[in-house]
Structures are given as structure tokens and as C-alpha cells.
């Protein structure tokens, strides 16, 4: 099972799907976060991310940070599915949040199950 320990995530790295306002986009090559990257090439059917940015991110303080997670947006990896799994794909889901030691920091926490 793959670690849940925070990712760390460039604010400015995700700030293009925060454009979008809850819409959807699909990740390509040069968007999709390093740490999602492990993931063999030939499994990855796509990567799709989708968020909103804060109205004040750096209104938030460290204790605000620590009380509460604060999830800003999603990412969610389809993988080709194994012939045993009885479906054509599974998918990980990764919320991105606000990383408690720096507001203008995110970090990625995942893969999370329902």
C-alpha cells in the first residue's frame, strides 16, 4: 500500500486547475505531480485534478492548519485494471491540502479509500 504521509505540492504547480473553479483537467506529462510519477507509465490511463484556490490563503494560521484539514481540490488516478479485477479500471484518489507549516505550501495526501 503506498504511503499516506503528505506529498509536498508547489502551490504554483496546481494554481492552473484552480483557474478552472471545480472543472475538471486532465494532467499531462509536464503537469502531473512527481510524487504521483511512481506509478508505472503502461498502468496510468489518465490523471484528472480539479480544486479551488482560498479566497485568503495566507489568512490561515498554523493552529487554524493543525485543528483542520482544509481540502482545496482532488486528484484522481485511473489505472488499467487487472484481468482478476473484474472491471476495465480502478482509480486512486489523492485530496490536495493546505500543508500546515506554510499556507502557500500544498501537499498531496493519498491514495485514500472510501
Known amino acids: 500500500m503506498a504511503s499516506r504521509r503528505l506529498k509536498p505540492l508547489e502551490f504554483s504547480a496546481f494554481e492552473f486547475v484552480f483557474d478552472r473553479d471545480w472543472k475538471p483537467v486532465k494532467l499531462g506529462e509536464g503537469t502531473i505531480p512527481e510524487s504521483l510519477k511512481t506509478i508505472p507509465r503502461e498502468k496510468v490511463y489518465g490523471v484528472y485534478a480539479s480544486g479551488q484556490a482560498p ?60
Open 55 to 114: 479566497d485568503y490563503p495566507f489568512a490561515f494560521t498554523v493552529a487554524d492548519l493543525e485543528a483542520v484539514q482544509i481540502t482545496l481540490g482532488g486528484i484522481d488516478v485511473f489505472r488499467y485494471a487487472e484481468p482478476q479485477d473484474g472491471v476495465r479500471f480502478n482509480k486512486d484518489h489523492y485530496e490536495v491540502i493546505v500543508d500546515p507549516s506554510d499556507p502557500r505550501q500544498l501537499a498531496i495526501l493519498g491514495p485514500l479509500k472510501g
